[in-house]
């Protein structure tokens, strides 16, 4: 049994399996947006689908609270061009923004 749950305490989405943490989508806040900055599911567990799951569930649960996103995570990056229909979650123009200052 998984469930994914939003830690704003820890500013992670996180997947817990059998009860316990397996996994989280690590986050920060920059001008009302959420910066997703790291994936991460327990070596343990991984090759299950357990980082698509959470990043499926916390793009969910992002949309449903009406937020955006810039995905600075290569693998929520990746999942999202995988998925375009969570393309509209994403604000372009800081994503574009935050790329130009990692050159």
Not at 19 to 35: D, H, K, P, S
């Given at each position: 049994?998984?469930?994914?749950?939003?830690?704003?305490?820890?500013?992670?989405?996180?997947?817990?399996?059998?009860?316990?943490?397996?996994?989280?989508?690590?986050?920060?806040?920059?001008?009302?947006?959420?910066?997703?900055?790291?994936?991460?599911?327990?070596?343990?567990?991984?090759?299950?689908g357990l980082a698509g799951k959470?990043?499926?569930?916390?793009?969910?649960?992002?949309?449903?609270?009406?937020l955006r996103i810039v995905p600075?995570?290569?693998?929520?990056?990746?999942?999202?061009?995988?998925?375009?229909?969570?393309?509209?979650?994403?604000?372009?123009?800081?994503?574009d923004a935050l790329n130009a200052?990692?050159?």
């Open positions: 049994m998984t469930e994914v749950r939003d830690n704003p305490k820890r500013l992670r989405y996180e997947i817990a399996v059998d009860g316990e943490v397996a996994g989280f989508v690590q986050y920060n806040m920059r001008g009302g947006r959420l910066i997703l900055v790291h994936t991460e599911v327990d070596e343990a567990r991984s090759g299950h959470l990043v499926a569930a916390a793009l969910d649960d992002i949309r449903k609270r009406g600075v995570c290569p693998f929520v990056e990746g999942y999202i061009q995988r998925h375009p229909e969570y393309d509209d979650l994403v604000d372009h123009q800081l994503f200052e990692k050159k």
